[in-house]
């Protein structure tokens, strides 16, 4: 199934082009990628219930969005993505095993889960996250969300995790309301933090930072990937009406294109 309807170059053009996998060959395909980014680059410790796969039983529950090289046919870069629907058969959101999130999950409407997205060493830039964004952003148009939340990773400097410098870089009206009280479930120890700003934000954060998330709460330690997890929201109405406006944009040329043709 493709998501990438909505760019008007025609599918043999595309660099890239995003998609939901279908069936488990397709799924393996981007826990392999995962496995390669998560335990081969960063050295996380990975509880995988296969080898060499970035494998958990939430896999089973979730949709996997997919970007495939045209060229090459290779998956370079994934996300998974657990709805509300899915997370009730589940039993949980993943973000709820690090995070408070009682105010946030009161909230009226839809939500959408994303998580361990990756993207190839070979095939970073923003190209191939804008692909995985229009992929996105049709997903979440047609399932009607009106939530989007998850967990973006920051890793520590060479002295440790710079909590307070890079929480400054992040600018005021990025951060979310603090009634709704997100708390996580383990902060990061003050002997693994450090006063010197050594990492910044990583590109994939400023990437939904761009998307209009805001950041709520402090950030959680997850030992086992060693990085601080932030939380983040972002209210869909805005990615939908940017969605909605590029969909009619592009209908229009369409049709004036067909009609050029007559």
Not at 62 to 69: E, F, I, N, S, T
């Given at each position: 199934m493709?998501?990438?309807?909505l760019d008007p170059t025609p599918l043999r053009s595309r660099r890239y082009v995003a998609e939901l996998a279908q069936g488990p060959d397709e799924i393996r395909e981007?826990?392999?990628l995962r496995y390669r980014v998560f335990a081969g680059e960063m050295g996380a410790r990975l509880h995988s219930l296969a080898d060499g796969l970035?494998?958990?039983?939430?896999?089973?529950y979730?949709?996997?969005?997919?970007?495939?090289?045209s060229s090459s046919g290779k998956v370079v870069a994934c996300t998974r993505l657990l709805s509300d629907t899915q997370a009730a058969r589940l039993g949980t959101f993943y973000s709820e095993g690090e995070f408070?999130?009682?105010k946030v999950l009161a909230l009226p409407g839809r939500f959408l889960e994303i998580g361990r997205t990756c993207v190839d060493p070979d095939h970073r830039g923003s190209l191939v996250l804008g692909t995985l964004w229009n992929g996105l952003a049709e997903y979440v148009y047609k399932g009607n969300f009106n939530y989007l939340m998850g967990c973006a990773s920051i890793s520590p400097g060479p002295s440790g995790f710079a909590v307070d410098a890079v929480y400054r870089q992040i600018e005021p009206n990025q951060f979310g309301p603090a009634e709704f009280d997100v708390r996580p479930l383990k902060p990061v120890p003050a002997w693994r933090r450090c006063v010197t700003d050594e990492s910044g934000i990583p590109p994939l954060l400023q990437a939904?930072?761009?998307?209009?998330c805001w950041v709520l709460g402090e950030p959680y330690w997850d030992e086992d990937f060693n990085v601080m997890d932030v939380f983040i929201l972002l209210d869909l109405t805005r990615l939908q009406d940017r969605y909605e406006r590029r969909f009619i944009a592009t209908k229009t040329a369409a049709t004036y294109s067909e009609h050029s043709r007559c």
């Open positions: 493709s998501v990438s309807s981007s826990q392999a970035d494998y958990e039983h939430i896999d089973d979730c949709d996997h969005l997919l970007v495939r090289d408070q999130l009682d939904y930072l761009r998307l209009g």
